[in-house]
């Protein structure tokens, strides 16, 4: 295996898809944009040229004299693992921002689901992120109930963001070309969130239990989560759902309403 193969990384060479890509970031000169895996440039150049601010974060290090030989006033590259980085200290030098805050990047897939979690907690931090994903993956954040591709993520990001999926790109405008197609998304955060939570992590947590065997009934998940079968049955009456529901098939209300009820039930038996 190459280096590049083990950090996952795979180059935009077409110009036409890094040309939709800036579209959908569409940088304005009072921009702060933060960039997820540099690379060799390819976006970060145009973005550097058109933002007000870019910062650039590469993990390989191979790469970073190359990102840094253009010297771009406006250009902050820095080596390291964004997965470690302390977001709001990345910022910190530029707060207040006059303008918006973006993050955008063509991620490599070993990293993508660990850094769209750490934007659902860091969710206040940007006004725009725009992630170049792979299809699978990308599909799974945008989908609405009743898809084969609605899942916990679906739900998670819909509550907190407008979701959308632009396009979708074939293996052969990267180098080398994965195996798999990409897909390009933008996430906007909503003025306020669609429903209220009252214990996030929790809700997290039920919510995988309720999908972990999704071709299963909603009741046989959630007597693995440790309901009796009383509370459930009350609990799907309760929330006008049937007790031959399956996960996909359930709206977000329906699985927020049926948390907060069985929470109930767990504290007031």
């Given at each position: ?17 890094l040309t939709q890509i800036i579209e959908a970031i569409s940088p304005q000169p009072d921009d702060l944009i933060v960039e997820i895996g540099a690379g060799k440039g390819a ?227």
């Amino acid at each position: 295996m190459t280096r590049r193969q083990a950090l996952g990384q795979h180059f935009l060479r077409s110009q036409r898809a890094l040309t939709q890509i800036i579209e959908a970031i569409s940088p304005q000169p009072d921009d702060l944009i933060v960039e997820i895996g540099a690379g060799k440039g390819a976006l970060t150049f145009p973005l550097a040229l058109r933002g007000g601010q870019v910062i650039a974060v590469e993990k390989d290090t191979d790469l970073i004299p190359f990102l840094t030989k253009k010297s771009l006033p406006n250009l902050k590259v820095i080596q390291g693992d964004i997965l470690r980085l302390d977001w709001e200290k990345l910022l910190a030098p530029y707060h207040p921002w006059k303008g918006q805050v973006k993050l955008a990047g063509n991620l490599p897939y070993s990293i993508s689901s660990p850094v769209l979690f750490r934007v659902l907690e860091k969710r206040t931090l940007f006004s725009l992120i725009v992630f170049l994903l792979q299809r699978e993956v990308a599909e799974r954040v945008c989908a609405r109930p009743g898809s084969k591709d609605y899942a916990p993520l679906s739900i998670f990001f819909n509550i907190f963001y407008e979701t959308n999926l632009v396009r979708v790109f074939p293996p052969h405008v990267f180098a080398p070309p994965p195996q798999v197609q990409s897909a390009l998304i933008t996430l906007r955060p909503r003025l306020r969130p669609l429903y209220q939570i009252r214990d996030w992590r929790r809700f997290q947590d039920f919510l995988r239990g309720c999908f972990r065997h999704r071709r299963k009934l909603l009741v046989n998940n959630l007597k693995r989560l440790g309901y009796e079968e009383k509370q459930i049955t009350e609990a799907l009456t309760a929330t006008q759902l049937s007790p031959t529901v399956r996960p996909e098939q359930v709206a977000e209300s329906g699985f927020i309403d049926l948390f907060h009820y069985l929470q109930g039930e767990r504290k007031h038996p």
